[in-house]
C-alpha cells in the first residue's frame, strides 16, 4: 500500500470511528417519517430506527459547541441500505426532548461540568439535518433509485430532500427526472418536485414543464416507481413521431396516457392539430383534441371548434400540394 492509500484508509478509519460513537451514543438518530422508509421510494437515509454510519477520507471534525460533524473527502453516510455521497457532508445533531427534560430535572448544584457536551455526556441526540456538498449522490440498493446534485438539504423532521445545482437528477428504474433548478423529494408524500426545465423520460417517451410533480408508488415486491407525473407550464409531451403541447398537462406513466389543457397544440410532422383539451395515448399513437374539457360548463362552447392544417405529401415529380386548413 503506497503512502496516499495509507493516508486515505487512515482517514476513513477515522471516520468510522466518529460517526461510530455518534452511532452509540445516539440510537435513536432519526426521522420522523413513519416505519420502514426505503430510500427515495421511502426514507431518504434509511428506516429511523438504525443507526447512521459516516466514513471520510480526510477525516471528520466534531464541532461540540456547534453540535456539528464535519465529515470531508470522498465523505459517505449509510443507514440501511441507503446511503449519501459527496465531497463534503455537515451532520448538525441535537438533545432529544427526553434529555432536554432530563436536564430540566437536574438540582442545582448538580450540573454537568463546564463544557461538557451531550454526547461525551452519555445523553440521547439526534441528527436532525444533514447538508451534502459537491459531487452528491444519493442511493439506495433496495428500490434500485439514485438522485444526483451538487448540493442537498436534508430534514430529517420533515423528511423532506432538495438537491440543487448542474445535472440535477433522479433516476428510478427505467424513468429519468431531471430538472435545472432544483429536485425536491418528499418523503411523506412519496412525491418529487422537479422545477425549471423539468423532465421525466420513460421507454423514449417523455413529458416537460416548468415544473413536474411525480408521484411515486411501490407494488407489492417489485421496486418503486414513477407513476403519474402532473405538469404546468408550457407543457410537452413527447413520442415516437408526435409531439403535444399545453399548458398544463397529467400523464400516467404506466399507460402512456397524456392529458392537456390549455391552448393544445399536436403535431405529427407537417400536420397540426389545435384546440383546448386533449387526450393524447403516446404508446399507439392516438390523439383526441376537443375544443373544451369534457366537464366544461356550456357557456364554454362559444370558443372556437378544433382546429386542423393537414398537408399532403409531396407530388411526385412536382410541385408540393398546397396546405389545407379544416375547422371541426
Given at each position: ?238 413520442s415516437a413521431d408526435q409531439i403535444a403541447h399545453g ?26 392539430l389545435r384546440g383546448e383539451y386533449a387526450v393524447v ?48
Open positions: 500500500m503506497n503512502a496516499a492509500s495509507k493516508r486515505a484508509a487512515a482517514g476513513a478509519a477515522l471516520g468510522v470511528f466518529a460517526w461510530g460513537a455518534l452511532g452509540l451514543a445516539c440510537p435513536s438518530a432519526h426521522a420522523q417519517n413513519g416505519a420502514g422508509g426505503q430510500g427515495l421510494g421511502g426514507s431518504a437515509l434509511g428506516s429511523s430506527n438504525q443507526p447512521i454510519h459516516i466514513e471520510a477520507e480526510q477525516g471528520i471534525e466534531w464541532q461540540q459547541t456547534n453540535r456539528l460533524y464535519i465529515a470531508r473527502g470522498n465523505a459517505v453516510a449509510t443507514r440501511g441500505q441507503s446511503s449519501v455521497h459527496s465531497d463534503t457532508l455537515y451532520a448538525y445533531y441535537r438533545q432529544t426532548d427526553q434529555q432536554a427534560q432530563n436536564a430540566d430535572a437536574t438540582p442545582r448544584g448538580d450540573k454537568p461540568p463546564a463544557g461538557a457536551d451531550a454526547l461525551m455526556t452519555g445523553s440521547s441526540t439526534e441528527i436532525y439535518r444533514l447538508e451534502a456538498v459537491g459531487n452528491v449522490r444519493f442511493v439506495n440498493a433496495t428500490q434500485t433509485q439514485t438522485a444526483y446534485g451538487e448540493r442537498a438539504v436534508y430534514d430529517v423532521d420533515q423528511a423532506v430532500l432538495v438537491l440543487t445545482g448542474k445535472n440535477l437528477r433522479i433516476e428510478s428504474g427505467q424513468d429519468t427526472v431531471t430538472a435545472r433548478d432544483s429536485i425536491e423529494w418528499y418523503d411523506q408524500k412519496q412525491l418529487a418536485v422537479a422545477r425549471g426545465d423539468a423532465l421525466a423520460v420513460r421507454a423514449g417517451r417523455s413529458i416537460r414543464g416548468d415544473t413536474l410533480v411525480a408521484e411515486v408508488e411501490r407494488p407489492d415486491n417489485q421496486p418503486a416507481r414513477f407513476h403519474r407525473v402532473d405538469a404546468y407550464g408550457n407543457v410537452i409531451v413527447a399548458d398544463r398537462g397529467v400523464y400516467n406513466l404506466d399507460t402512456g396516457i397524456a392529458t392537456l389543457m390549455g391552448h393544445v397544440n399536436v403535431t405529427k410532422g407537417d400536420n397540426e395515448d403516446t404508446q399507439n399513437n392516438v390523439s383526441h383534441i376537443l375544443a373544451v374539457a369534457p366537464d366544461a360548463s356550456a357557456a364554454a362552447y362559444n370558443k372556437p371548434r378544433v382546429e386542423g392544417l393537414l398537408i399532403p405529401n409531396h407530388r411526385l415529380g412536382g410541385a408540393p400540394a398546397q396546405p389545407a386548413s379544416a375547422g371541426q
